[in-house]
C-alpha cells in the first residue's frame, strides 16, 4: 500500500491540547462538551467549530492551533480556543483544566461521545478503550520528507522521557495514588497501536507495515496507529504524543518549543550527513518506564553497560545544545521555561505537595484550575 507523504517546506508548529471539563463547586468531571460544541457552532454559524473538537467522552474538549510558524503563534491560538470554551461553560458552573488524568471522578461515572468511529473504537478494544478518559498534548513539527519523517521519529524515541517526565501530570486516579508520575501513560498503554514507536528502516518499511497491519484487520486506519512518536502523512509532519495535558500554557508552550527544536535540529542534522541518536529497544523501554514512575526525580540509562544520569541533567544539556535553533525559530524564551520546570517541579509533584498540604483532592482540582487560569506553576488560589 502506498502511503502519500505531503512534505512541509519548513518546521511548521501544530498543537492539541485536551482539557477536562470540571465542575466548579465539586471539582468532578463534567460532561458537557455535546452542549458547548453546540453553542460554539451557532455562535460561528458553522456546523462545526474548527478549532474546538470533542474526545471520546463528553467530558474532554480538544483545542487545535492552525498551522503556526512560532510558538508564540500557538499559545495565541489554543488561549483564544480556551478563552471560547470558558466563555460558554463559565455561566454553567463549569471550568476547565489541563492534567493527564482527572484525580478522583471514576470512568464509569461519565458518558461517551456520540459516533460511529467512537461505537467502532469501544466495541473492537473494549475495557481498555473504555476507561480511556485520559489528556494528553500532541505536537506536530513540520518535516521535508517522507524519509527524514521515519529517522527522525526514531531519533526521538531516545529524547521521549524528557517529554514525559517535564510534562507528567498524573499522579492520581480513582481518588488513589498511583505512585507513578504519569499514570496516564500506563492508562493509554493498554490499547494496542499505542507505545514506543518501531524503529523502522525506511519510508518503504513504514508503508509495508501499515499495509500488514490493516491486512490483519489490526487497524483500520493509519489514524488508529497511536504510538507516541509518529510521522503523520497528511500533514507533513512528526507528531510527538508522549505529553500528559499540563496545566498551564507556560508549560505547554515550553514543551512546544523543545518539540520544534528538537526535530528542526535533526533535520538540520540529517542534511549535514550526521547519524541521528538510537538506543537499543530495553533502553528504551526502561527509560520510558522511568520517567512515567519518577518524573524529574529519574536517573535514565545513558549506555548499554548499564551506566546512569539524572534526567534533569540530561534536561538541562538538552535545552542548552538545541538554544540556537530556538533563536532561529523564535522560542528561545519558551524553551528557556523548560528550566522553570526543572526549578518548580512537574505538575504531578505540585498536585501531590497541594494535597499533602489539604488532604482534599478537590482542593488538587482547584490548584489545577488556579495554574490554568492564571498561567502560573503552583497557583492554589483562583
Given amino acids: ?38 453553542e460554539l457552532a451557532a455562535r460561528h454559524g458553522v456546523d462545526e467549530h474548527p478549532r474546538i473538537k470533542a474526545e471520546l467522552y463528553q467530558c474532554t474538549l480538544e483545542a487545535i492551533t492552525g498551522i503556526c510558524d512560532t510558538v508564540a503563534d500557538a499559545r495565541s491560538d489554543l488561549q483564544e480556543g480556551i478563552d471560547e470554551i470558558r466563555s460558554v461553560v463559565e455561566p454553567q ?56 519523517s521515519i529517522a527522525i521519529t526514531n531519533a ?22 498511583t505512585g507513578l508520575s504519569s499514570a496516564r501513560t500506563k492508562v493509554f498503554e493498554a490499547l ?4 514506543l514507536p518501531p524503529q523502522l ?11 500488514s497491519l490493516i491486512n490483519a484487520g489490526t487497524i483500520t486506519t493509519i489514524r488508529e496507529v497511536w504510538w507516541d512518536i509518529r510521522p503523520h502523512p497528511n500533514f507533513g509532519t512528526v507528531e510527538l504524543r ?7 500554557l507556560a508549560e505547554t508552550c515550553s514543551l512546544a518549543a523543545l518539540a520544534q527544536c528538537s526535530v528542526a535540529r535533526y533535520d538540520e542534522l540529517l542534511d549535514r550527513g550526521y547519524q541521528l541518536p538510537s538506543d537499543r529497544d530495553w533502553v528504551l523501554r526502561e527509560n520510558k518506564w522511568r520517567a512515567s514512575r519518577h518524573g524529574l526525580e529519574a536517573t535514565l540509562v545513558v549506555d548499554t553497560s548499564g551506566r546512569t544520569r539524572p534526567i534533569a541533567n540530561l534536561i538541562e544539556e ?13 522560542c528561545a524564551d519558551e524553551l528557556a521555561g523548560v528550566y522553570d520546570i526543572i526549578t518548580t517541579g512537574n505538575s504531578s509533584t505540585r498536585q501531590r505537595r497541594v494535597h499533602a498540604e489539604t488532604g482534599s483532592l478537590a482542593d488538587v482540582v482547584t490548584s489545577l484550575r488556579a495554574e490554568l487560569r492564571t498561567d502560573t506553576p503552583g497557583a492554589t488560589r483562583l
Avoid at 192 to 195: A, I, L, N, Q
Avoid at 242 to 248: G, K, L, S, W
Avoid at 319 to 326: D, R
Fill in 201 to 211: 528502516a525506511d519510508w518503504a518499511e513504514f508503508e509495508r507495515f501499515m499495509t
Fill in 1 to 38: 500500500m502506498e502511503v502519500p507523504f505531503r512534505p512541509s517546506e519548513r518546521s511548521s508548529l501544530g498543537v492539541e491540547v485536551e482539557l477536562a471539563l470540571v465542575d466548579i463547586e465539586s471539582g468532578a468531571l463534567v460532561g458537557a462538551a455535546p452542549s458547548v460544541l453546540a
Fill in 242 to 248: 508522549m505529553c500528559d495535558a499540563m496545566p498551564t
Fill in 156 to 177: 526521538l524515541s531516545t529524547s521521549l522521557p524528557l517529554f514525559l517526565a517535564l510534562s507528567a501530570s498524573s499522579p492520581y486516579w480513582h481518588g488513589m495514588d
Fill in 192 to 195: 494496542p497501536s499505542t507505545g
Fill in 318 to 330: 538538552a535545552v542548552e545544545e538545541l538554544m540556537p535553533t530556538a533563536r532561529r525559530l523564535d
Fill in 93 to 148: 458552573g463549569i471550568d476547565v483544566i489541563g492534567a493527564g488524568l482527572h484525580p478522583f471522578t471514576p470512568w464509569q461515572s461519565q458518558e461517551r461521545s456520540e459516533g460511529e468511529r467512537y461505537e467502532a473504537i469501544i466495541e473492537r478494544i473494549q475495557w481498555p478503550a473504555r476507561r480511556l478518559i485520559t489528556h494528553g498534548v500532541h505536537f506536530h513539527v513540520g518535516v521535508r520528507s517522507a524519509e527524514k
